[in-house]
């Protein structure tokens, strides 16, 4: 995982919960995470404060999971993770369809949250890198590709000024010929 501590935003109604689940994060993960309880704050927050992770209470008081992980899919691409007490098999491909990355059904074994939270950041951080390094690389390619135009554009000028003196070279030379051929005659 990268050096920086995750941002996790954890969007969870029920107090007692959000208190577990933030104490095991920062254990974990040494995680910054910012607790909201329902899905306006969770759209707002993310907004101006985007985060790597959004790991979701299904039912909230103003949303459900899809309609959130729709909205979040919309600020930007990262991993959501959505808790939820009884979805149907159609919300669950439906979530996954959306890009929800895991879908725990309460209760579930918090062992299993955390490695679900793991391989999210970690290949959240990846695909951030692999993006960082292909922005680095489209840029030494634009580079590349200007500095090569503007290499052909100095040989093309080089080229035409030598044709350009070549051609003043041979009427110089057919010139002086030319007088020289009157004079021996």
């Not at 579930?108 to 993006?131: S, Y």
Request: hydrophobic share 40%.
């Amino acid at each position: 995982m990268s050096d920086r501590a995750p941002k996790i935003l954890l969007v969870e109604p029920d107090p007692d919960m959000v208190d577990m689940l933030v104490g095991l994060l920062r254990r974990r993960f040494d995680a910054q995470v910012t607790c909201v309880s329902n899905a306006e704050s969770c759209l707002s927050t993310d907004l101006f404060d985007p985060h790597d992770l959004v790991i979701a209470e299904w039912e909230l008081d103003d949303s459900d999971g899809l309609q959130l992980t729709e909205h979040l899919t919309i600020l930007s691409p990262r991993p959501i993770i959505l808790l939820a007490d009884e979805p149907t098999s159609r919300d669950a491909i439906e979530a996954m369809r959306l890009g929800v990355r895991d879908l725990f059904v309460k209760p579930f074994p918090f062992q299993d949250l955390l490695d679900a939270t793991e391989r999210a950041v970690a290949g959240n951080e990846l695909k951030r890198q692999h993006t960082a390094k292909y922005r680095r690389m489209r840029d030494l390619v634009r580079h590349v590709i200007r500095e090569r135009r503007d290499l052909n554009r100095r040989t093309e000028l080089v080229c035409r000024d030598l044709v350009e003196a070549h051609r003043r070279l041979v009427h110089r030379v057919l010139a002086h010929e030319g007088t020289r051929a009157k004079q021996i005659t």
